[in-house]
């Protein structure tokens, strides 16, 4: 006998697609901005709420002033240690020119200039919602001399990372009234007939129940397409289908379509590009794990040298402050023969590796007393293919860095800074170089770890006017009544991103589009953000 599926009907003031980072502060943004009745819905079944967010390290990157002006937002400096941290201020220029620098200068520049202006009250928002920051001396400082050393433009991260943050909003939005409907697919945007603007959306349940929601406002923040093999293939290239995905199986790009064939939303940013990380060849092919987490990213890189299945290094390991290629080199890796290659560090390097990352109980190490022992291990059960290549590779590094200390004796090793320790000098240069932190790997015992491309999201998205985060259509107005954040907005990053940029985003527009669905849902015009700003 056929089954039969029944419908039902919800109205309220707001709905929200996704339930991020982005999507939980559109949520609470909207009551705090005068929604009544908000309702947040996501495909996914309870236990993997959170989308991507539950899976990152929490970064979020803002403009600050100094320790100052971060130290009331933090719970885990005390006193003594503050006075040995240096925390040098992060100004709107320097995130702009971080920005520029990654992305060629190819992000939209009223969405970039929006997303540094605003970045610094969001995070303070966000805290004042409950969000518990902290400093992030294990991802972001080294101590160097007695003192901790900040790095790379960022030092905030939430407690307990992707996990927290998103234990922190699911308490804000229930604080605030936030009705949250898990198990339940967006399917159909529909619009006024007579004016064009948001009338309902059709979703369904896990039991193929439709649901008709009626509201005056819809957010969307149900992130890319990542998880979705067919469209990575399709719009990242060759290959791509054979990735990892770092985080939720779920975001797999259906309201990205929905959007563009429902309100004719605009595509906009680098479709063909994303955020993709050196990830341990030992993890879960299609979907992050929600215990282990970003605990699979292996971003020690820039302490050691990365090796292929030939042999042969293939990237400057030493570009750039770590923040700045991590989420490039992935791309990298995928790009080699079989997608794999082997990250290598001998005695001086490993004590430096961070212990979320490598330690035993989560990383399968390759361990070896000499190079040549470590190439066989290598080559016996892990595919590497010239074991050969690999010693002389490791042997010609090291003579290039010799000669580089000959001429250069005088600078010191310094991981918190581009010190200028290279392979680079007027008696050698390596044709693929190493740019900063280049010590010889001669010192036994010796490590290897074999890493693939972990994708974390993907860069293309909607076009969203950056006052409202209302969603552009193809004739270049804002759709009434539809908004967009997160990871689902295209146009910020291109090839590369400055790290902790992604959930600051989606904490800013996803904010500024609860603020103004709040306001259209009311009757009243959008774009009056800072006037509601000033209220929040």
């Known amino acids: 006998m056929a089954s039969t599926s029944s419908s039902s009907t919800i109205d309220c003031d ?28 996501d495909k996914c079944p309870e236990e993997w709420a959170g989308g991507n ?4 390290a929490g970064a979020f990157r803002t403009v600050h002033h100094g320790l100052k002006d971060i130290i009331p937002l933090v719970n885990n400096v005390h006193t003594g240690t503050a006075n040995i941290i ?47 920051f902290q400093l992030s001396f294990n991802r972001q400082a080294y101590k160097i001399d007695g003192r901790f050393k900040f790095w790379g433009g960022m030092c905030l991260k939430t407690e307990d990372g992707g996990k927290g943050l998103i234990l922190d909003h699911q308490r804000a939005a229930r604080k ?15 619009l006024d007939s007579r004016t064009g603007a948001f009338k309902s959306l059709l979703a369904s349940d896990k039991g193929g ?45 259906e309201c990205l379509e929905m959007a563009i064939r429902d309100v004719s939303a605009k595509q906009v940013g680098q479709w063909s590009g994303c955020h993709s990380v050196a990830w341990d060849a030992n993890a879960p092919a299609n979907t992050g794990d929600r215990e282990i987490s970003n605990e699979f990213t292996k971003s020690g890189y820039p302490l050691g040298i990365t090796i ?11 570009s750039d402050i770590r923040n700045y290629t991590y989420a490039k080199f992935g791309r990298a890796i995928l790009a080699q023969p079989q997608g794999t290659a082997f990250q290598l560090w001998d005695s001086k390097g490993i004590p430096w590796l961070r212990d979320e990352e ?6 399968h190490k390759i361990r070896a007393s000499t190079i040549e022992e470590l190439a066989q291990k290598c080559a016996q059960s892990y595919g590497l293919e010239n074991p050969t290549q690999f010693v002389e590779t490791v042997k010609e590094y090291n003579n290039a860095i010799y000669q580089h200390r000959k001429e250069f004796g005088d600078l010191k090793w310094d991981p918190a800074v581009k010190d200028g320790l290279s392979t680079q000098s007027s008696e050698k240069s390596l044709k693929v170089p190493k740019s900063n932190w280049a010590l010889a790997v001669d010192e036994g015992p010796f490590l290897a770890v074999k890493v693939g491309c972990g994708v974390t999201f993907t860069f293309g998205g909607l076009a969203i006017d950056p006052k409202t985060a209302g969603v552009i259509s193809l004739t270049g107005r804002t759709v009434p009544g539809v908004f967009c954040a997160g990871e689902m907005v295209g146009g910020l990053f291109y090839e590369n991103y400055p790290g902790g940029s992604g959930l600051t985003s989606g904490a800013v527009f996803g904010r500024k589009a609860g603020i103004n669905a709040a306001l259209h849902s009311a009757g009243k015009a959008v774009g009056t953000t800072q006037r509601v700003l000033s209220r929040l």
């Open 209 to 253: 129940n439709s649901l008709l929601i009626n509201a005056r406002a819809v957010i969307l923040a149900a992130g890319g397409f990542e998880a979705n093999p067919r469209m990575r293939s399709q719009y990242l290239g060759p290959g791509w289908d054979l990735a990892y995905v770092r985080g939720t199986p779920y975001n797999t790009g």
């Open 53 to 56: 967010s539950h899976f990152t």
């Open 358 to 363: 490598y330690r035993d109980e989560i990383v």
């Open 86 to 132: 240096d925390l040098a201020p992060y100004t709107r220029d320097d995130f702009l020119a971080d920005l520029s620098r990654i992305t060629y200068g190819r992000f939209e520049p009223e969405l970039g200039k929006t997303l540094i202006e605003e970045s610094n009250d969001t995070v303070k928002w966000l805290a004042r919602n409950g969000v518990r």
């Open 308 to 318: 292929n299945n030939q042999g042969e290094r293939f990237f400057d390991e030493g």
């Open 14 to 41: 707001v709905v929200v697609v996704g339930g991020g980072n982005a999507g939980f502060c559109a949520a609470i943004s909207a009551v705090q901005s005068g929604s009544g009745k908000v309702l947040l819905i």
């Open 176 to 190: 605030h009234g936030v009705t949250v409907l898990y198990s339940t697919a967006a399917k159909n945007i529909l």
